[in-house]
């Protein structure tokens, strides 16, 4: 992945959208650290991505709590 700062990404941004479009990924820098903060990637991959299931056993299975069922969120991560 090519990581250009926002200036230079301002300047070719049509030559970088058909990188982008070739199947290229663009890194965003940003700041003086020049820090990535984000990537243009092609379409299909952003569907790709969007479309991801959690596992293949999502939907298959139910959960119950009974009772007194104190935990907070960080216990529970975790334990």
Known sequence: MKTLPVA????KFSALLKEV???NEIGIA???KKKTIA???????YKRIKARKLG???????V???GEWNITDEE???S
């Open 76 to 78: 529970l991560i975790n």
């Open 39 to 45: 990537v243009i990637v092609p379409i299909e991959e």
């Open 56 to 62: 293949t056993l999502q939907g298959k299975g139910t």
């Open 21 to 23: 479009e070739s199947g």
């Open 64 to 66: 119950e709590f009974k």
């Open 8 to 11: 230079e990404i301002r300047a």
């Open 30 to 32: 940003f700041g003086r």
